[in-house]
Structures are given as structure tokens and as C-alpha cells.
């Protein structure tokens, strides 16, 4: 599928519905063998999966690893040809949330392996290369990492010191260290970025990506002592004169940001479903809490404040599904840029899951704390998907300028604008121009179900909303708009809540054209929280773009950098 | 040996709470399925006296698994397929159409097609409980037959030894094929079945086996034909009529307890069982 991104698109305040409607759902076949799947990940971890254990020693035993190698969760993106599973992105997605709901750890090490750390080489690694490591990777003979970042170089990626020198035979010897890596201690191969060019002040830093055998020479650290997630390996993995041979350059030398960018666009949706999966094992618990739980002679469920914080849960649960699974649709109808799109379902995802653990402890309340109950397990594990690929600070950044930046323009732009403020954003000028061209493109949502009208009036006011925000944003601030972060934030959060609206209004009208409008009622009256919900912080925000406190608030902030912290004492 | 298992889906049953009663039937639209756990015990049963336990993945025999249900239900046979099985049947027919009756005739000219030297089944399903196809299956075949197996030590393939869970205790019977045996949850012990391929000291899993992920793939290419009922059994008369369904009483609550004085005396006054 060709064309703009949907949400590319939106920025201009063009709706561009042939992309999200029909809603996308797996074929007939793929879903039966997803159910099929499902059952067995089910069973497998029911007679061998101890959440509570592997949290405790910090570990996955042995036997487990080897459990999930066998039933073949290695091998969940890499095509059949290769020995794998070849499920689509939608496939993965689901059986990752599956995977999520049974245990984070697991699914976080599974996701380091296919989501992250083998994506390089199934995106752009050659015939060559993919036969000669795809099927020891499909069936975890062979453990993937991902390996990027570095001390000095977290949200910074492209400020990475790990150096790649290339000798007389053309082969690269690899020196430096990364830290902080999923699987460092388990990993075979890992997908390593490093610099093939000097570090020159004001150069282009020349970024390449390399798949490198732990058996050529690489050390790993001993496994990190985490909050959570506290069964997967991260340790910190260097490189002292590793010999790289040319043929496992992946891509392009000098293209490896890219790479590293595109495997994160990608890995995000996985990310995202595993939020998914934690929400719905959480609301769960709630549940059955609720029911459960006697105060003041009741059940706690009939009490309003309960049944609040469950209808949030249940909408942004909702919400947060109908978003990344039509993005992973977007990706499996082969459209090309889906940045943006996973982006948000990352950022919702995470920020959701966080919210929903927050609530349930909440509803559980004293046994929500003790560590007889998992649910302190559980917010402890769901606490870093704010933070790694991508923290939420830079991807809204991302999702603000990336938007901004408009249609066909690549994502090393934006990093090297946040980088390089002054050289950075020529590309900005021309976007008023392009304003004015697509004012020809449609505004409206005609293929939603009129059930849906109040809450498709809300995406077509707010998407003219966004778009005049930023035109406007962009005539006053210029180029200097990649250095006011509080403005990014508000168009970020703008077009995260217009995309939670319009994937769940595709998702809705396919409901109803397949169940009539009583059969979908439940999902209508979702689509219509999460709607309300959107225009309350929306109409907000588009106030404050005039209206606010934040030079005020960066004040405070710098006096209390030279203050070295609070400076009240009531004494 | 060649082993014929009739297996079919049933409503999860953790989502009863879903089923609605409407109009003289149970709404089905809206659940969830899985296989009829019993049933699930019999291909696991299949599969350990066809094969080599050290050894599981060479196929030492054929094991045929068969439902009766629409189009959808080929989800269960594809999971049994990819658990092992070797081929599958679906008879084409919805649940309202047959009853235990119908489907032991039925079942009777799929014997007399497929030849299997034993027919294993669940002992009943957990939806309708009927606990009939087996025991009727036997008779029309004029078959020897053992139900609610416990344990089987499959004889040279030619007899089986069956132990027979019964109150109070169980029952051995030796049984010559052809036979009809249905199982009970002790069959999926780790000792559940002794069959001449393996060796006696291999210890199973307990439980039934689940499939590989490939393996789910690749139980695509295994033969699933469809067969007509009527193909089968053109008297499709049922002998079951249902006449309604109700849900059951919602329970009432309960009462905490605080002595046995007071145990003794709520059994005499409001339980009445004193
Ligand atoms: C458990 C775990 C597993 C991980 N696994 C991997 C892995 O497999 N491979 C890998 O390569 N990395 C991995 N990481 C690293 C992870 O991706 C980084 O921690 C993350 O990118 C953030 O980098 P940092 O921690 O250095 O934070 P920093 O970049 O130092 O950021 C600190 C704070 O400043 C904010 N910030 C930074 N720059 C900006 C900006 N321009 N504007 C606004 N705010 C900004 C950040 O949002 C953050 O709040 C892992 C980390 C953890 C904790």
C-alpha cells in the first residue's frame, strides 16, 4: 500500500480513511492458528511458567528457556522458509500479548530477541546472510540482542563512541562497550551499531550496523539487579578488537541509524500488544476483585469511584487494542511508513498499562502492596516500557516533529535536528506551502457509521485543529519550534488521542456492519468514552497553545538547577 | 494400530457465566470454545500407543481424530492434527441435529469405512454430559467395550489390559480388538498408558502433550476431509427432543461460621440435615 502515513496525513488535517477503513483483521486461517498457538503458549506456561519464582531469583531457569525454544516462540517473525513460525505482524503482535499476560520477563526476552534483536537482519540483511542465521535463530539454538545503547549515548543514539575501524582486508575491527542490553548474557548474535567514521566536530557522525557472533570475541557483564522485568538478562556487552568480516555489515555502512530506527518502529508494536496483554490480565484481577472484596457491607464494585477507575481501564484498554492492531494491520497491508503510528500505540501503551497497574493495586488496596498477591510484581514490571525503545519524552518529541516534518522525509532528520538545533529543520520552511496544497484533501470521515457521528465530529474538528496549531506553531516559531519541547508535547498529545479516536471508530463501524448496532453496543459505548475523554484534554490543549505558564515553568526549573534542589523550609 | 478418536469442542467453561438460554436453546453465539477436555485425554491416549514415548516424533501407527460440527470446528481438528494426529474428519452438522444416538450410528459407518482396530473417546463431554456414545458405539459394533479408563497396557496391539475407574476402587478387564475404549483424567498420568513401543521405564509428562508452534503450521498439510451425516447415517431421526433449558438458581449466599456449637445447631434448625 502506498501513500502518506494516516497520521502524516492528519497533520495537514486531512483524514485519509481509505487507510484505516475497513478496520484490518487477520485471515480466517491465521486467526485459527493463532487460537491453536495461544492454547499451547497457555498450557506450556501453566506447567512450567513460575512468575513468581523467576522474579524472585531473578532468572529464567533453564528448562523454561529450553520449554519456549521448543514450542517454537523463537522462531514467531522469521518466514517459514527459514525454519520459523512466519507469523504476520498482526500474529506476532497477538501471540506477544498473549505471552505478556502469562509473564513479562518472558515476553520482554522474547521481544529482545525477534522484536529487536533479529529484526536488522530480517529487514535488510542479504539472502546470504538470512541462510546463515535465520534457522538456528527461528529455533533459539541462537539468541538475538539488540545492542545500541551506551553509557554516554541512551535517548542520544547517534552520539554512540563504539567505534567499527576498517582493516586493509575490508573487514572492521569493533572496540567499546554498550550497556544495558536484553539478553546480553543469553544473546549468539547480536545486532551491534557502531561508528565507521572519525569523531569530528560538527561531521556527520557515519553510523553502521553490524551482526556480530558472540564466539568472534565479545564479553558480556553480569545480569543487572532490575526493578522488574527481573527474569530477563541485561548487562552491558564490549568489544575489545572484535573482528567483524565485511560480509556482516547489515545494510548500508554509514546507514546504520536508519536501521537502528526502522527495527525501533517496528519493535514498538510489539511493545505495545504487551501492554495490551498486561491491561487485560490486570482488569482481570480487578475484577474478580471487585466481586470479591465486602466493605461497608457491599462489594467494592458498587462503588462509583471503583466503577470509574474499571471503565477506564476497560476504555484505554480498548483504545490502546483498536490502535495497535491497526497499525500492525497497516504494516501487514505493507504500507511504508508507519512511524508515527507506532510511536503513539508505544507511548499510549506504556502510559496506559502504567495507569491500569496504578488503579488495580489501588482497587486491591493493602493486599495490592504485600508481595503474597502479584500485583506489586506486576507495576514493578510494567515501569519500563516508559523508559526503553524510545523513552516517552523523546517519542513525543518524535511524534511532534516527525508530523511536522510532513510526508517522505526521513526520521535521521529529526534526531539530528534534536541534535543539531540550529542547522537541523530547513524542511520546515516549505510546510506552510504544503498546508495550503493539501487544503484541497478531505476533512472528513465519510465511511464511519453514523451510530459514530458524535465521536467522528471529534476527530474531523480536532484533526482541523491540530493542523491549524501547527501552522500556526510554525509561522510564529520557524525552525526555532525544535527547541520549545512544551509545544512539541502539546501537538504530541493531540495527535495521540486523534489516533485512539479514529482507530477506534474504524474499529467500531466494523463491529457494526458485521453486529448490528445492538450486537456492538458495548464497543459504541467504548468508542464514545474514549471519544469524551480525547475532546475534554484536547479542548484543553488547543487553549494552552496561547495560553500558558511555560516560560514561567522553565524558570522555576533553571533557578532550582542553580538552587541544587527545593529551596523551602518552613523553619 | 490404527485408532479412531471422535473429539469436538465444548464451550470454555470458565466462561459460563457467559452462556445465555433463549427461545428453547443456549446461545452460543459469543463463546468461547476449547476441546472437550476428555477428549483431549483420548488423542493423548492415541498417541502414546502409537509411538516410541523416547521418541515421539517418528509415528509408529495412525491415529484418525473425527468431529461433527460446522466449518469452524476444524479449529479442534487442527490442534490435534498438530499435536500428532494423522489425518481428520469433519462430519458436516451443528449440534442441534444430533444427539448420542445418531452420533454412535454415524460413528459406526465411519468404523466400518476407516477400520481402525480401536475407537478411544472421552468418557463424556462437559457440555451436554450425556455419557452415551461410547457404550452405544459398542453395541451397534458388537464390540467389546471398556469406559472411564484409568490405565491401559496395550498387549502386543493385540488386547489391551484397561483398568477401569469405578466407586470404590477399579476394575481390570482385558480387552481383544477391536474394542471401543473411553478415558477418564487418570489416562494422562505419567504412567497413564504402557504401549509395546516404549520403553517401560519412560516416564510421560503428565498431562496431555501440546503442539509446536511450526507444528501448528505445519498440520495445514495434513488430509482433513469433510463427510456429509448423511452419508453416514441417512436416518438422521434424533431419540433426545429438548423441551427447554433454564439456567440454574443463582446461589444464595453464604454464612460464616464462628463455632461448631453453631455448625451443630444451623444443620438442625435451617440445613434440617440433624
Ligand atoms: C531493562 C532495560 C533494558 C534495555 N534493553 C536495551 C536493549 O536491548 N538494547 C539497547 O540498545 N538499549 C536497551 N536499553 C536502554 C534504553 O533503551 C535506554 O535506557 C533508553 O533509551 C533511555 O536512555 P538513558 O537511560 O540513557 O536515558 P537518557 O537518554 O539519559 O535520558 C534521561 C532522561 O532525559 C530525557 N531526555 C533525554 N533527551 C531528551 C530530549 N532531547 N528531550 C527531552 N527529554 C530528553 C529522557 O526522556 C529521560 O527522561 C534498556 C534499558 C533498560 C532499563
Redesign the pocket.
Known amino acids: 500500500m502506498h501513500g502518506p502515513s494516516f497520521m502524516k496525513s492528519l497533520f495537514h488535517g486531512v483524514v485519509a480513511e481509505g487507510t484505516i477503513f475497513p478496520y484490518p483483521e487477520p485471515t480466517q486461517s491465521e486467526g485459527d492458528n493463532l487460537h491453536i498457538m495461544m492454547d499451547s503458549v497457555r498450557k506450556f506456561f501453566a506447567a512450567n511458567v513460575d512468575s513468581r519464582k523467576i522474579d524472585r531469583d531473578a532468572v529464567l531457569p533453564d528448562d523454561v528457556l529450553r520449554g519456549l525454544k521448543e514450542l517454537g516462540l523463537f522462531g514467531l517473525v522469521v518466514p517459514q522458509e527459514y525454519g520459523g513460525v512466519g507469523l504476520s505482524a498482526t500474529g506476532y503482535a497477538r501471540l506477544i500479548e498473549e505471552v505478556a499476560t502469562l509473564d513479562a520477563s518472558v515476553a ?1 526476552t522474547l521481544g ?1 530477541h525477534q522484536s ?2 533479529l529484526k536488522a537482519l530480517l529487514l535488510f540483511g542479504t539472502d546470504e546472510q538470512k541462510k546463515k542465521y535465520l534457522p538456528r535463530l527461528a529455533t533459539g539454538e541462537h539468541v538475538a ?5 551506551e553509557p554516554g ?5 547517534a552520539a554512540i563512541q563504539t567505534r567499527a575501524e576498517e582493516t586493509p582486508e575490508g573487514d572492521y575491527l569493533l572496540n567499546g562497550s ?7 548474557g543469553l544473546a549468539d548474535v547480536l545486532t551491534v551499531f557502531a561508528r565507521t567514521s572519525s569523531i569530528e566536530e560538527g561531521m556527520k557522525p557515519r553510523i553502521t550496523a553490524f551482526l556480530v557472533e558472540r564466539a568472534w570475541g565479545v564479553k558480556s557483564g553480569p545480569n ?1 539487579h ?1 526493578l522488574g ?1 527481573r527474569g ?1 538478562s ?1 548487562t552491558e556487552v564490549s568489544f575489545d578488537n572484535v573482528r567483524v568480516p565485511k560480509e556482516n555489515v547489515l545494510g548500508e555502512v554509514g546507514r546504520g541509524f536508519k536501521v537502528a530506527m526502522e527495527v525501533l518502529n517496528s519493535g514498538r508494536l510489539g511493545l505495545a500488544s504487551g501492554c495490551v496483554g498486561s491491561c487485560k490480565r490486570l482488569i482481570k484481577m480487578a475484577v474478580e476483585r471487585c466481586h470479591e472484596r465486602k466493605a461497608f457491607g457491599r462489594p467494592i464494585g458498587e462503588f462509583g469511584l471503583i466503577k470509574d477507575k474499571i471503565a477506564s481501564m476497560i476504555a484505554e484498554c480498548f483504545a490502546l487494542e483498536s490502535m495497535t492492531y491497526l497499525t500492525t494491520g497497516l504494516v501487514d497491508a505493507k504500507i511504508e511508513d508507519y512511524s508515527i503510528e507506532s510511536a503513539i500505540c508505544k507511548v499510549y501503551g506504556s502510559e496506559a498499562l502504567w495507569r491500569t497497574v496504578n488503579d488495580a493495586l489501588q482497587i486491591a488496596a493493602g493486599i495490592g502492596y504485600m508481595q503474597e498477591y502479584p500485583y506489586e510484581r506486576l507495576l514493578r514490571d510494567a515501569r ?1 516500557n516508559l ?8 517519542l513525543r ?1 518524535f511524534i511532534a516533529l516527525s508530523g511536522m516534518q510532513g510526508p517522505g522525509k526521513e526520521l535521521v532528520e529529526v534526531a539530528k535536528a ?1 541534535r543539531e538545533p540550529i542547522k537541523g529543520f530547513g524542511l520546515l520552511s516549505d510546510f506552510a506551502i504544503r498546508k495550503a496544497r493539501s487544503a484541497l484533501g478531505r476533512e472528513r470521515m465519510t465511511r464511519a457509521h453514523p451510530a459514530l457521528s458524535r465521536e467522528s465530529v471529534i476527530l474531523e474538528q480536532y484533526a482541523g485543529d491540530l493542523a491549524r496549531s501547527v501552522d500556526k506553531v510554525m509561522r510564529k516559531h520557524g525552525n526555532q519550534i525544535h527547541e520549545m ?1 512544551f509545544t512539541q508535547r502539546r501537538i504530541a498529545d493531540m495527535a495521540i488521542d486523534l489516533y485512539a479516536v479514529a482507530a477506534c471508530v474504524a474499529r467500531t463501524t466494523r463491529a457494526i456492519e458485521r453486529r448490528g448496532e445492538e450486537g456492538a453496543r458495548r464497543e459504541i459505548d467504548l468508542t464514545s468514552v474514549v471519544a469524551a475523554a480525547a475532546e475534554e484534554r484536547m479542548k484543553q490543549i488547543a487553549q494552552s497553545f496561547d495560553r500558558n505558564d511555560d516560560e514561567l515553568r522553565k524558570a522555576i526549573a533553571s533557578k532550582s538547577y542553580a538552587d541544587g534542589g527545593y529551596p523551602f523550609d518552613i523553619l | 494400530m490404527k485408532i479412531l478418536v471422535p473429539l469436538k469442542r465444548v464451550s470454555d467453561p470458565d466462561n459460563a457465566n457467559k452462556i445465555k438460554v433463549g427461545a428453547g436453546k443456549v446461545e452460543t453465539t459469543g463463546l468461547e470454545w476449547k476441546p472437550n477436555p476428555f477428549d483431549e485425554y483420548a488423542v493423548e491416549t492415541a498417541l502414546r500407543l502409537t509411538e516410541n514415548g523416547t521418541n515421539a516424533k517418528a509415528r509408529l501407527g495412525e491415529v484418525t481424530v473425527v468431529t461433527f460440527g460446522p466449518k469452524e470446528t476444524e479449529t479442534t481438528l487442527r490442534a490435534a492434527l498438530a499435536t500428532g494426529a494423522d489425518k481428520a474428519i469433519r462430519v458436516d452438522t451443528t449440534d442441534d441435529a444430533i444427539d448420542g444416538d445418531l452420533l454412535a450410528r454415524a460413528l459406526k459407518a465411519l468404523v466400518e469405512r476407516e477400520k481402525p482396530d480401536l475407537v478411544l473417546l472421552g468418557k463424556q463431554q462437559v457440555d451436554g454430559d450425556a455419557n452415551q456414545v461410547a457404550q452405544l458405539l459398542a453395541e451397534y459394533l458388537g464390540w467389546p467395550q471398556a469406559t472411564f479408563a484409568g490405565q491401559i497396557t496395550s498387549e502386543a496391539d493385540k488386547a489391551l489390559l484397561v483398568s477401569r475407574e469405578v466407586d470404590g476402587g477399579s476394575i481390570k478387564l482385558r480387552v481383544t480388538l477391536p474394542a471401543v475404549v473411553s478415558v477418564d483424567l487418570r489416562i494422562v498420568n505419567a504412567v497413564g498408558v504402557t504401549s509395546m513401543h516404549t520403553p517401560p521405564t519412560h516416564k510421560y509428562s503428565d498431562g496431555v502433550r501440546f503442539a509446536a508452534l511450526m507444528a501448528i503450521m505445519a498440520a495445514k498439510k495434513k488430509s482433513l476431509t469433510e463427510v456429509k451425516l448423511t452419508d453416514l447415517s441417512p436416518d438422521t431421526a434424533l431419540k433426545i427432543k429438548y423441551t427447554g433449558f433454564d439456567l440454574p438458581p443463582a446461589r444464595k449466599a453464604g454464612v460464616k461460621i464462628k463455632t461448631v456449637a453453631e455448625l451443630v445447631q444451623k444443620l438442625k434448625t435451617e440445613a434440617k440435615v440433624l
Open positions: 520482554v529482545g529487536i534483536g540482542a539488540f545492542a545500541l545503547t549515548a541512551g535517548s542520544d543514539a554498550k550497556i544495558w542490553i536484553t539478553n546480553g543487572e532490575k522485568i530477563s541485561t519500563i523508559i526503553f525503545e524510545g523513552t516517552n519524552e523523546i518529541c534534536i519541547q
